[in-house]
């Protein structure tokens, strides 16, 4: 029960990543340090994202 709820917060964690990779994205500035930001937050959120949702799929309920 615990990785299910350690990959929910992963992904929740990596859909604000990607949201703002998208944001900055948009309506971001110019200039070298906007580029790093979409980067960072855009290979964080893709990397947490995909690991919640791996913890997701492959942690199997136990019956009680």
């Known amino acids: ?3 299910r ?3 929910i ?4 964690l990596g859909i604000i990543g990607l ?6 994205f948009m309506n971001g500035g ?5 580029i790093k930001e979409i980067i960072l937050y855009g290979v964080l959120g893709a990397i947490f994202f995909a ?4 913890l997701i799929q ?4 136990k019956a009680t």
């Open 1 to 3: 029960m615990e990785k």
């Open 5 to 7: 709820v350690l990959g």
């Open 9 to 12: 917060i992963l992904s929740i």
């Open 19 to 24: 949201i703002l990779a998208g944001y900055n």
């Open 30 to 34: 110019q200039g070298t340090r906007n």
């Open 51 to 54: 690991a919640g949702i791996g």
């Open 58 to 61: 492959n942690t199997r309920d």
